[in-house]
């Protein structure tokens, strides 16, 4: 069904410019694969730092001293790419948002008192490229 879509639309527009032309699909760019990755990334800590918190919290497990080297190497590589605020926030994010008692912080803007989304990673990749211009690491 969708190539018949693209066949209709290729001979509307080789009837307008009574000429033959070629559609081709667009390629994602950079900044959307630069999403999808930092969406996957922060869903994937989160993951694994609520776990290693509920093995903790529900059997008595503590998993954390075994990982803290690998929070260590995401902390560095967080180094590498963030500046100090967008840095902030991810581990905001990451690791004070979301309380063990069930509760969920959030963010207000200190000027006006409106609440800044944050319930998600694309939330957050919102607010780190308004700081992406701050280079204060």
Request: net charge negative; proline share 3%.
């Amino acid at each position: 069904m969708k190539e018949d879509s693209i066949r209709k639309i290729q001979k509307s527009i080789e009837d307008i410019l009574g000429t033959k032309s070629g559609l081709s699909q667009k390629r994602p760019i950079v900044k959307y694969k630069n999403k999808e990755l930092f969406n996957s990334i922060l869903t994937n800590i989160s993951h694994v730092n609520s776990r290693s918190m509920g093995l903790k919290h529900d059997y008595k497990i503590d998993f954390m001293e075994y990982d803290d080297i690998f929070f260590n190497i995401i902390e560095s590589l967080l180094n590498l790419h963030f500046n100090k605020d967008q840095k902030s926030i991810i581990e905001w994010y990451l690791y004070d948002k979301f309380l063990p008692t069930g509760e969920i912080l959030i963010l207000t803007n200190q000027n006006t008192g409106e609440e800044i989304p944050s319930d998600t990673p694309d939330d957050i990749w919102e607010l780190i490229l308004d700081y992406e211009k701050k280079d204060n690491k």
